[in-house]
């Protein structure tokens, strides 16, 4: 864990640790009180059966949920939106994203910055009922 | 770069660390196949006494004294071994399942072992692999119609025999240690037989029908 974890923080400018633990994953980190392991697989059937909806980036605010998903579409990440602000300079968002990296720890890192295997930002999620 | 330089690229923490960033068994199957070290092995010509030899490096990883309060630090490499032999040679893949499905403190590696056992993942259907001790009578018959054969001796008391048999079937012994329940060490062995064989035929009438199941 801690090898994984020079290498990672080396490649990634943005990364910085939040706690190493394998006892949870990234589901198990969002909707498991980081307890246990959940298989990412099932994050469609929990988004639904917990009652969240897709929303777009401009609704999105600290503690919404953001899903990542390899190049099949497939969902194959899931983190906590902990910051999210408008970036004039590049016309977009400025988005800080804290998640668990399968086995490997408990990272804060900026939206795109995550290792090829956690796939891409796929959309924003919310149990939120307004 | 040969044999020896991937496994032991692929027994590297930095192996298990990037290939542990997924949270799925498909994501992980995904990753294990695109990592270089694996994509070497799938990409050479992988002959019968490479493929023996994974499964030798399998035996030997399953064999190290580990941490029981952690994940096998071999874990993604054990799965990657038998990625590749299921891939290759089904029949072997099939030993290998057993192996790591005794092995303690494995998750992705018993998971995948599990899937091969269940057939979900095996290419070639016309393999059969038995798992069980035959009866002794039939067992000398059978060492003594044995054309040619091998053994070597690995860690942690565990060996490994591949003899072919005039048959033309390739058998695979294993022999592992058993725990005596009054000692914490090794105290006898006892032989695990695998039977390999695509035929059915000949496989019954060297294991008799009842023997092998």
Request: proline share 4%.
């Given at each position: 864990?801690?090898?994984?974890?020079?290498?990672?923080?080396?490649?990634?400018?943005?990364?910085?640790?939040?706690?190493?633990?394998?006892?949870?994953?990234?589901?198990?980190?969002?909707?498991?009180?980081?307890?246990?392991?959940?298989?990412?697989?099932?994050?469609?059937?929990?988004?639904?059966?917990?009652?969240?909806?897709?929303?777009?980036?401009?609704?999105?605010?600290?503690?919404?949920?953001?899903?990542?998903?390899?190049?099949?579409?497939?969902?194959?990440?899931?983190?906590?939106?902990?910051?999210?602000?408008?970036?004039?300079?590049?016309?977009?968002?400025?988005?800080?994203?804290?998640?668990?990296?399968?086995?490997?720890?408990?990272?804060?890192?900026?939206?795109?910055?995550?290792?090829?295997?956690?796939?891409?930002?796929?959309?924003?999620?919310?149990?939120?009922?307004? | 770069?040969?044999?020896?330089?991937?496994?032991?690229?692929?027994?590297?923490?930095?192996?298990?660390?990037?290939?542990?960033?997924?949270?799925?068994?498909?994501?992980?199957?995904?990753?294990?196949?695109?990592?270089?070290?694996?994509?070497?092995?799938?990409?050479?010509?992988?002959?019968?006494?490479?493929?023996?030899?994974?499964?030798?490096?399998?035996?030997?990883?399953?064999?190290?004294?580990?941490?029981?309060?952690?994940?096998?630090?071999?874990?993604?490499?054990?799965?990657?071994?038998?990625?590749?032999?299921?891939?290759?040679?089904?029949?072997?893949?099939?030993?290998?399942?057993?192996?790591?499905?005794?092995?303690?403190?494995?998750?992705?590696?018993?998971?995948?072992?599990?899937?091969?056992?269940?057939?979900?993942?095996?290419?070639?259907?016309?393999?059969?692999?038995?798992?069980?001790?035959?009866?002794?009578?039939?067992?000398?018959?059978?060492?003594?119609?044995?054309?040619?054969?091998?053994?070597?001796?690995?860690?942690?008391g565990?060996?490994?025999?591949?003899?072919?048999?005039?048959?033309?079937?390739?058998?695979?012994?294993?022999t592992?240690p058993v725990l005596n329940?009054?000692s914490?060490h090794a105290s006898s062995k006892t032989?695990?037989?695998?039977?390999?064989?695509?035929?059915?035929?000949?496989?019954?009438?060297?294991?008799?029908?009842?023997?092998?199941?």
């Amino acid at each position: 864990m801690k090898a994984a974890v020079q290498v990672f923080t080396a490649a990634y400018k943005t990364l910085r640790v939040r706690s190493l633990s394998s006892i949870y994953n990234c589901v198990g980190m969002v909707f498991a009180s980081r307890r246990t392991v959940v298989d990412v697989d099932y994050l469609p059937t929990i988004l639904e059966d917990d009652g969240y909806r897709q929303i777009p980036a401009k609704e999105v605010v600290e503690g919404d949920v953001v899903v990542y998903a390899d190049s099949w579409g497939k969902f194959s990440h899931v983190g906590v939106v902990i910051h999210h602000s408008p970036d004039v300079q590049s016309a977009s968002w400025k988005t800080r994203v804290l998640s668990q990296w399968g086995a490997d720890g408990e990272f804060f890192h900026d939206l795109d910055d995550v290792h090829p295997y956690l796939g891409k930002p796929k959309g924003f999620w919310t149990e939120r009922s307004s | 770069m040969d044999i020896l330089e991937i496994c032991q690229q692929i027994e590297s923490p930095l192996f298990a660390g990037r290939v542990n960033l997924v949270g799925g068994f498909r994501a992980f199957l995904d990753a294990l196949s695109q990592e270089q070290g694996v994509q070497k092995l799938l990409g050479t010509p992988l002959n019968r006494r490479t493929a023996e030899e994974l499964l030798r490096r399998v035996l030997q990883l399953i064999g190290q004294r580990i941490d029981p309060r952690y994940e096998n630090p071999f874990d993604a490499a054990l799965s990657a071994y038998l990625w590749v032999l299921n891939a290759t040679y089904p029949d072997l893949a099939l030993i290998g399942t057993e192996l790591i499905l005794a092995a303690p403190n494995c998750w992705w590696a018993n998971k995948l072992a599990m899937q091969i056992l269940a057939g979900r993942t095996i290419k070639s259907e016309d393999v059969s692999c038995f798992l069980s001790e035959p009866p002794l009578q039939r067992r000398r018959v059978q060492e003594q119609n044995s054309e040619e054969s091998g053994e070597s001796v690995i860690a942690a008391g565990y060996s490994l025999a591949f003899a072919k048999h005039s048959t033309g079937l390739n058998v695979v012994y294993v022999t592992r240690p058993v725990l005596n329940r009054n000692s914490t060490h090794a105290s006898s062995k006892t032989g695990l037989k695998y039977l390999v064989t695509t035929q059915p035929s000949v496989r019954d009438s060297v294991m008799g029908r009842s023997g092998g199941q």
